[in-house]
């Protein structure tokens, strides 16, 4: 993840692994796993789940075809052509404060840009998330 411009990637160097490795750790089943995240062009948040709740749209703010937090890919081809937008506006009133409870730092952006992204479209962008995960072969 390091320098992929998400929220809190730039610090992820694999120090650690490196410092376990030249201290004699056995690594084993290290996995590398990665996605792209839905992200608002204007913020580095990859906190996806509230997505489920979006309808995405061109930017005339008709809706794209298929395009949905589980299928990013349309999201993806859309994104080389043109625009995405996304409004979060198939939640239930009563839910949103719970929302911003549940993860108050995904509402951060759009509180500081001044949108609600319940009620206003607001464009979006992919970001890419990776991480390696291991474990110490003597761990039990």
């Known amino acids: 993840m390091f320098l992929s411009k998400g929220l809190g990637c730039n610090v992820l160097t694999g ?10 750790a056995e690594m084993s089943s290290m996995e590398f796993s990665n ?5 608002p062009a204007f913020s580095s948040v990859t906190k996806t789940l509230f997505y489920n709740w ?8 008709s809706i794209i075809p298929g395009a949905s937090s589980h299928r990013r ?5 859309t994104l080389l052509q043109q ?6 506006d198939k939640v239930a009133k009563s839910m949103r404060a719970s929302m911003r409870l549940a993860q108050p730092n ?6 500081r840009a001044g949108i609600d992204p319940f009620t206003q ?20």
């Not at 996605?35 to 992200?39: D, H, K, L, P, V």
């Not at 479209?121 to 039990?140: A, I, M, Q």
């Open 15 to 24: 120090d650690g692994y490196l410092m376990a490795a030249e201290g004699g």
């Open 35 to 39: 996605a792209y995240g839905i992200s």
């Open 54 to 61: 979006a309808t995405f749209t061109y930017e005339d703010g």
């Open 73 to 77: 890919s349309v999201i993806a081809q």
């Open 83 to 88: 625009p995405v937008y996304a409004i979060i």
């Open 106 to 111: 995904f509402f951060l952006p759009f509180d």
């Open 121 to 140: 479209r607001f464009s979006v962008t992919l970001c890419l998330e990776g991480t390696v995960y291991g474990r110490n072969s003597d761990c039990r």
